[in-house]
């Protein structure tokens, strides 16, 4: 029976939850790498047992970890993240211009067909690749330096590119998000990029409609529609029907439109997940109720699912990189909250439970469908 | 031979017990230690000095014979009772609460 591998990263470690077909019962291995953040963990589509782990901390720094045996057991490899050429500069919080420094790595992106292979997102944003396994990273310059770089700014959560997305039918196009920049596309493999950000609403930026400021929280795709992208903003959901040239809102019934995470059902391009939070400056679930809120219809009619989510008295929250679908059917859902549970559904998010409760705090939350 | 003592995380990185034991050729600084260590343990890299300027990361200390010599040029003397072995070279996290 096909299974599923869930890869959870958290402010303490990182943590590996397996289960069959039926994913009602799960094995949990772990903390890998106690006591550090994991930003993120990722396995290689290419060959699954190749996985990827960002390790960082406050006191040392950053380090990539790579496992080639599903994660039973892992080796550090290159953690040497140097910006291209002279760094230069961008906004500071107080509009000043603050040179770059690199401080972590906040999403691996192993490529769709090579193991070795893999970009990295990083704070302060910037885009870096390897081709060796990770062993030396080296920076897609071209994305700070395509010109509105010095005028991105940090979010509350730091300066980060927290969202890569590879085009399966086209290898050279891809798209990335940064917080408090925007989303970009390039068409030549990483070399040029542009802002698209067309239709993009930001009240909390002096220019509204700005070109480049927008706090994009995260953007998705369906593998068969890579031309319609999905996307959380700090406030609004949003949708492109153009790989991005241009977007509009989707937020339609939902309570709040502010929120973290978005992602589609690998089987139905036009079912699409999001999980409200109340607002900016309360970051919890609104009225005290864990809802994922489910669309059919690419947007604007969502419909709340709450079933086996606590409808009480949680206040958790949802981050950018804590929901994930595999590609079992029905179409396995999970998210991680704050407040260190795993949510799985195995029916589309009709039903939940948890897989692991009190784990720490949940940053990142991947999944892997095994043959 | 130095003795270095390193806190428990980099131990786990390193996959060493508590101290290390370090041939240093030169003169016995904490820059040469540090390079030393970097040799041998090429997964330190990057976790107590910063990859591109070579600057102590902000939340780590050097201690010896009870002194903090985090602030010392890194290619000033280490201590005799260093350089001896008799004391150890501490590399040291910060306290820091969460």
């Known amino acids: 029976m096909s299974g599923v591998r869930v890869l959870v990263g958290t402010r303490k470690g990182g943590f590996v939850l397996t289960s069959d077909g039926k994913r009602q019962r799960w094995d949990v291995s772990g903390p890998h790498f106690a006591g550090w953040e994991i930003y993120h963990i990722k396995g290689s589509p290419a060959d699954p047992n190749r996985l990827y782990a960002s390790q960082s901390s406050g006191w040392f720094g950053q380090v990539i970890q790579r496992s080639n045996d599903a994660g039973k057991t892992w080796e550090p490899v290159g953690n040497k993240f140097a910006y291209d050429g002279v760094p230069g500069t961008h906004q500071w919080y107080d509009g000043t211009p603050h040179p770059w420094e690199f401080k972590r790595v906040w999403h691996l992106e192993p490529s769709l067909t090579d193991p070795d292979a893999v970009y990295a997102g990083v704070e302060d944003a910037a885009l870096f690749h390897t081709t060796d396994g990770g062993q030396n990273w080296r920076e897609l310059a071209g994305l700070r330096g395509h010109g509105s770089g010095p005028h991105w700014a940090p979010g509350a959560g730091g300066m980060c590119l927290h969202t890569i997305l590879l085009d399966p039918s086209d290898p050279k196009r891809m798209f990335i998000a940064i917080s408090a920049a925007g989303a970009f596309r390039s068409d030549d493999a990483g070399k040029s990029w542009r802002p698209i950000n067309r239709g993009l609403k930001s009240a909390q930026i002096p220019d509204p409609t700005a070109e480049v400021g927008h706090c994009v929280h995260r953007i998705a795709m369906h593998r068969s529609r890579p031309k319609v992208l999905f996307m959380q903003k700090h406030w609004d959901v949003m949708r492109s029907d153009d790989a991005g040239e241009s977007w509009t809102e989707v937020s339609g019934n939902l309570p709040t439109d502010f929120g973290f995470p978005i992602d589609v059902h690998a089987h139905e391009p036009e079912t699409i997940y999001v999980v409200p939070i109340k607002s900016d400056s309360e970051h919890f679930v609104p009225d005290g109720k864990l809802r994922v809120y489910r669309s059919r219809t690419g947007g604007n009619e969502w419909e709340p699912l709450t079933q086996g989510l606590p409808q009480s008295n949680c206040y958790v929250n949802v981050l950018r990189d804590a929901m994930a679908v595999d590609a079992l059917d029905p179409c396995g859902v999970y998210f991680g909250t704050t407040g260190g549970q795993v949510y799985a559904s195995a029916d589309a998010g009709d039903s939940w439970s948890a897989a692991v409760r009190d784990l720490p705090a949940v940053l990142s939350v991947e999944v892997q469908t095994l043959p | ?98």
């Open chain 2, 1 to 98: 031979m130095i003795r270095v003592e390193l806190p428990v995380h980099l131990r786990t990185l390193a996959q060493v017990d508590r101290e290390v034991e370090l041939d240093v050729r030169g003169p016995a600084t904490a820059g040469a230690v540090l390079d030393a260590l970097e040799a041998r343990y090429p997964m330190l890299r990057g976790t107590i000095r910063d990859h591109v300027t070579q600057q102590r990361r902000a939340f780590v200390r050097y201690f010896a014979c009870g002194r903090d010599l985090s602030h010392t040029p890194v290619d000033a003397p280490l201590p005799d009772a260093v350089t001896r072995g008799a004391e150890p070279f501490l590399v040291v996290g910060a306290m820091a609460g969460g």
